[in-house]
């Protein structure tokens, strides 16, 4: 199933939705789809709902290709933070990995792994807090 996202410019939350197999062409496309989307405005804080994921489809060299597209996205919308939500050890787990193959890429960016929705939509809502009091 395609990776889904839903943008509310006015919190500047990037809602996204996985379930499924999540395959590395999905991931890519939604790269590329919110670089190029004009809704999603900069500074925006990704969330990422990866509780219905029932398989990642990946090997290697298609792993290689995905911290471009990230960077790419993430730079040009200037994402403040990303933070994978997993409800489960098994989508805990997708998440860490794909938390340490990413943060190589970029050591700098706010990234981070909860275990609720709740604490993802809460953790968002402080990182905003803390960069605009900034």
């Known amino acids: 199933m395609p990776v889904k996202y839903r943008y509310n410019p006015k919190a500047r939350i990037l809602e996204v939705e996985c379930s ?9 496309q939604y790269f590329e789809d919110i670089r190029n ?4 405005t900069k500074e925006a804080i990704e969330l990422v709902d990866l ?3 029932r398989h990642f489809n990946v090997d290697f060299k298609d792993a290689s290709s995905m911290p471009a597209g990230y960077v790419s996205a ?7 933070a990303t933070i994978l939500f997993g409800a489960n050890s098994l989508n805990e787990g997708l998440a860490e990995l794909i938390k340490a193959h990413f943060l190589h890429s970029m050591p700098d960016h706010f990234f981070t792994v909860v275990k609720t929705w709740d604490e993802a939509q809460s953790l968002a809502a402080h990182v905003h807090t803390q960069r605009d009091s900034a």
């Open 74 to 80: 993430h730079v040009a919308k200037e994402i403040r």
């Open 20 to 28: 499924g197999v999540l395959v590395v062409d999905e991931i890519m």
């Open 51 to 53: 509780s219905r994921v």
């Open 37 to 40: 989307d004009p809704s999603v």
